[in-house]
Structure formats: C-alpha cells, structure tokens
C-alpha cells in the first residue's frame, strides 16, 4: 500500500458541504478520499489515524495571494509582481515566476493552507495570467500545479494610473484605465474573428499570446479576476463585464457592500480583503471588516484572501474568526477559505470539501479552528502528510 493512504478516526469532521460527524473515518487511498461519514469503517490493511479529540478540516484555499512571485525577505530580487513595461501583459503567466521555496508557503502549512491561487499584481490594467497550485509537493511547481487556466488579473483603480502616471503614459486616470481594457478586448474580438475566418479558408495565421489569452476570456476559459476596491470602480468593472461577456470575479472589493445587491443580482463573487491592513490610501478609507458581512448578507458568494505576503498567509483563518466575530455566519466563513474559492476560480472538483473523489488536503486541528487559540497539528495534501506541529515546533516533510 502506497504512503499516501490511510485512515482518520475519531476526529471532529467538518466535510464543509454537510454536516459535521463525530466518530467514522475519512478514507485515504492513493491520495484521493474514498469514503467519508460517521458509519465508515476502516479498511483492513490501511495504517489508522486515530484523531480522537482533534477537528479535521478540509485544507483551506487562497483565492487571491502572491506567494512565491513576492518572496518575503528577499528583496527586490524576489519580486516579480509586476511586469511594468506595458499596460497590457494579458501573455504573461504567474507561473513563469514562482518560486517554490518562498517562506510563504512553509507558512501557508502552518496555517493549515493547502492551496493558492498566485496572481500577478495590480500594477497594470492587464496583469498577466494566474495558477492554482498546491503549496507543498514535488521539486517545481509544476509538480504542485492544479491549474494552469484559471484567470487573468486585472486592476483598476489607484494602482495602474499611479504607475503608469508616474511614466506620463496612458493610463493616468480611471479613464485611461477602462480605455486600455476596452481596447485590449475589442483587439481580441477582431483577433478572434480573423484566426477563425482562416481556419475556414485552410489559411496560415500568426499568432499572437497577448490576444489569445483575451480570447480564452471571452470563450469564458479563464476568469476575469479585477482587482477593485471604490464602488464606482466596481461599477466600472461590472460594465465591462457586461459589455464583452467575461466572467467576473471581485478582487478586494473594499466597497462592494455599497452595492452588494447589485452584484447579488448578476451572480458577481467577491473576494474580499486583506482585512488585517491600515487605509494605506484613498480607496480603502472604507476598509471595515463588518462590510464581508453585509456583502455576503446580499446573497453575494464571498472568499477571504490575505493577499499574501501582504497579510501573512497563516493568517487566512484569523481572518475568518474576526468576521465571525463581526457578524459573518460561521458556516459562511467556513465556505470563504474552503469551497468558495475552489468553486468560483474552477477547481472546485479537486479541492475545498471532504468529500468521496476529491484530492485528500486535509487539515487536523487541536480544536476549532475558528477558535484563534486553535493550531494545525497535521496536514496532508494528495494524502501525504506535509507538516506536523510537535514539542513546540512545526516541521515540514521533505519534498518528494
């Protein structure tokens, strides 16, 4: 029997997507969950976890960091956030720049996280192209990867007129910003059009990665992920979305609650935080963590990000707690680090849930892990066990 299979007994389990059980057994077999519930028995043959006592968790999910692309205490030589030479990187990828031994991901464990989603930043209207990865696995991260189709980053706001202001380039206004998104969609849709009118006539075409990474956008592929933090911003990205028919996800959305029932209506998720930061500048003068609470109250699906390093990525379920506390129904927040996230960037089939066919990420804890005093004591991602917290201290497996 491989390492990557066995069984939890005992535990606490709180699947996410059904009722919490005491006593049963998850089963773990080649990395993957086979069985679950409170009248599962282990199977003969499988070493047994006995986790009397503990909470198990499924992993949780990043939906929004930088981790391994702004590697923390490394200076300018580990940041590559931004690829600032142009306002339109839509052909550059996230996972070109990730390097898999960024602290942030030994903390990630820590933390009980077991995936992210890494995205470029928000220096530029068009970013540049995310991934889900695991944040523990093999030597590169293409040994980690979940998802390589995931998203494009966008911003719009303060960042991209202030950097590109700064040049005395366009875009230096909020107009400018929504001019180059516009333009760079209506390129792709004469792109497009050209690249299939000569798929019909057998004609050669040249190809161009900036445009075609728009078009997986428009054929709904990738996600539209939009960092925004004014309501009028996301009214602007609520338009565009409208105009040219991507699929839009909020990114911060430090003001959505202002018009959280319009993005209720048009089934528009949000991503919110980092809560944990100072109003560091205009737009996030409203920044408040009760505003999660009344967004979610509006029927909109939310996820909680760190934005790592920016808050340290550990701190995911911290931030959990404080909305908790501020008003955001548990199961709710449970769902923001765990299904949600998984299910609004599109890998929800892999990763979020204790549940029969998904990957086995779990998370054993000393206790809620809605409780800040609570700690992971062990966690598995694929059913190979990634970290252990023992005698004072938190150890990572090797890498296989």
Known sequence: MTDNSFVITGAHVVPVDGPAFDGGAVVVQDGRITAVGPDVTPLDGLPVVDAAGAW?????????????????????????????TGPNMAAVRAIDA???????????????????????GSGNPIGGQTVAVKTWGGRTIDEQLISDAVSVKSALGENPKRVYGDKGQTPSTRLGVAKVIREAFVAAQDYRAARDAAARRDEPFTRDLTKETLVRVLDGELAWDQHTHRHDDIATAIRLADEFGYRLVVNHGTEAHKIADLLAEKGIPVIYGPMFT????????????????????AGVRVAITTDAPVVPINMLVTQATMAVRDGLPRQTALEAITSAPADILGFGDRVGRIAVGLDADLVLWDGDPLDATSRAQRV?????????YFDGQGVTTPRW
């Open 56 to 84: 198990l968790l499924p992993g949780f999910v990043e939906a929004h960091g930088h981790v391994g692309i702004h590697e923390e205490a490394n200076g300018p030589a580990g940041n590559d956030t931004n690829e600032m």
């Open 278 to 297: 100072s109003r560091s500048k205009v737009e996030l003068r409203d920044r408040g963590i009760p505003n999660l609470t009344t967004i979610a109250a």
């Open 380 to 388: 598995w991602i694929e059913g190979r066990q990634v970290f252990a």
């Open 98 to 120: 990730v390097d898999i031994d960024d602290e942030g991901f030994r903390d990630a464990l820590s933390g009980g996280v077991t995936s992210i989603v890494v995205k470029p």
